[in-house]
C-alpha cells in the first residue's frame, strides 16, 4: 500500500528550511527569472550552507540564426514559448528568497536554449504530476522538471535532451546500508520519494520481488514536496529517500546526519513536449549550439554536475536500459 502524503505550502515551506539551513542572501542569479507560482506551489527559498553561484552566463549568449529558422512560423511572430517548470531542490531548480525567480540547471538552459532561438521565455511554476498532462493538453509549450527519458512517457511526450542525471539513493548516516544495487536490499525499510517520478514508478514495479526472496515488502512513501521527502528521512518515518542523483549529491552536503549511498541508473534528462511537437528540431539545434560555443560546459561547471554532461541533443532517444538486478 502507498503512502500519500500532500503537505500544505506554509508547511513545507518549514520543513525546507528547517532542513537546508539558513536562506540564501542572493540579489541574482544568471539565468532566473520571476516565475508565477500556482495556488498550493511552495515559495521556499532555495537554501544552503554556501551561496549558489551566481555568474551570468546567460546574457552573453547569441541567437542562433540556423535553430531560430526551425521554429514553427506562428511560435517565431509570437516571439515567445511557455515554460511550465517543476521546482524541488539545487542543482536543478530552486527558489531565490524572493519566492518567485527560479534558478538551477534548468533554469540555465530553458534561458540559454530561449536566448538563442531569440524568443522570450514565459515561465509558470507547476506541480511535477501536472506537467507532462498540461503538455499534452496544449496548456503549455515546453516543461522542464529533470524529467528522465522512459519508454513509457515516450508515448505521450517528446524529448530534447539536455542533461544526463537518474536514480540514486540516501539514507541516515548511522543506516547499515552503503549502497543500493539490488532493490532486495530495500525490503523491510520505507522508502521516501516524491510523487509521479520514475523512482515512484520503478519502485512500484519492483515491488513484489521481495515476496520472490522471501522478504517482507518494502513501503513506498509518497510526498508531493522535495522537502517532506528529506524530513520524513530526519525525522526517521522513511529509511531511504531515492531522488535525483544530482539532488542527492547536493543534499546530503547541506544536511546533517544523512549521507549519499550511491547512483543506481542513469537516465537522459530533457526539456518535455507534447508528442509531435514542431518545437523539438530547434530546440535541438539550439542546445547542441550551446554546446558548440562552451555555453553548455559553463552551465555545467557553474552547477557543480559536470558529470551530468551529455555528447549530443538528441530527440526522443531511447530509454537508457535498468540496471539488470
Known amino acids: 500500500m502507498t503512502t500519500r502524503t500532500r503537505p500544505g505550502t506554509a508547511r513545507s515551506t518549514v520543513v525546507f528550511a528547517l532542513i537546508t539551513g539558513a536562506a540564501l542572501a542572493l540579489t541574482a542569479c544568471a539565468g532566473g527569472d520571476p516565475a508565477t507560482a500556482p495556488a498550493g506551489a511552495s515559495g521556499a527559498p532555495a537554501a544552503a550552507k554556501g551561496a549558489l553561484p551566481t555568474e551570468d552566463l546567460v546574457s552573453a549568449v547569441r541567437k542562433n540564426e540556423a535553430a531560430a529558422k526551425l521554429l514553427p512560423a506562428e511560435v517565431r511572430q509570437r516571439g515567445s514559448f511557455t515554460i511550465a517548470s517543476a521546482v524541488a531542490t539545487p542543482p536543478s531548480s530552486a527558489y531565490l528568497p524572493d519566492g518567485k525567480t527560479v534558478v538551477g540547471v534548468d533554469a540555465d538552459f530553458a534561458a540559454a536554449v530561449a536566448k538563442a ?27 522542464t522538471g529533470n524529467f528522465g527519458v522512459t519508454e513509457e512517457r515516450l508515448k505521450a511526450i517528446d524529448f530534447v535532451t539536455y542533461i544526463n542525471d537518474g536514480q540514486g539513493f540516501a539514507s541516515r548516516a548511522d543506516s547499515p546500508l552503503k549502497a543500493v544495487t539490488d532493490l532486495t536490499q530495500l525490503c523491510g525499510l520505507n522508502v521516501a520519494v516524491n510523487a509521479g517520478t520514475t523512482f515512484e514508478r520503478t519502485l512500484e514495479q519492483n515491488k513484489g520481488r521481495c515476496k520472490e526472496a522471501g522478504k517482507q515488502p518494502y513501503e513506498v512513501n509518497v510526498y508531493s514536496e522535495t522537502g517532506a521527502v528529506w524530513m520524513a528521512l530526519q525525522q526517521g518515518r522513511s529509511d531511504v529517500v531515492m531522488n535525483t542523483i544530482n539532488g542527492v549529491r547536493y543534499a546530503v552536503t547541506q544536511q546533517k546526519n544523512v549521507k549519499f549511498l550511491n547512483e543506481y541508473r542513469r537516465l ?58
Open 117 to 143: 532561438l531569440g524568443l522570450e521565455l514565459k515561465r509558470e511554476v507547476v506541480g511535477f504530476e501536472a506537467i507532462l498532462p498540461a503538455l499534452g493538453s496544449g496548456k503549455y509549450d515546453v516543461g
Open 268 to 325: 537522459d534528462v530533457g526539456f518535455a513536449f507534447k508528442k509531435g511537437t514542431p518545437l523539438a528540431p530547434a530546440f535541438q539545434a539550439a542546445v547542441n549550439g550551446l554546446k558548440a560555443d562552451g555555453t553548455y560546459d559553463r552551465i555545467l561547471r557553474k552547477w557543480g554536475v559536470t558529470g551530468s554532461g551529455i555528447a549530443t541533443s538528441r530527440i526522443s532517444p531511447p530509454e537508457l536500459p535498468a540496471p539488470k538486478k
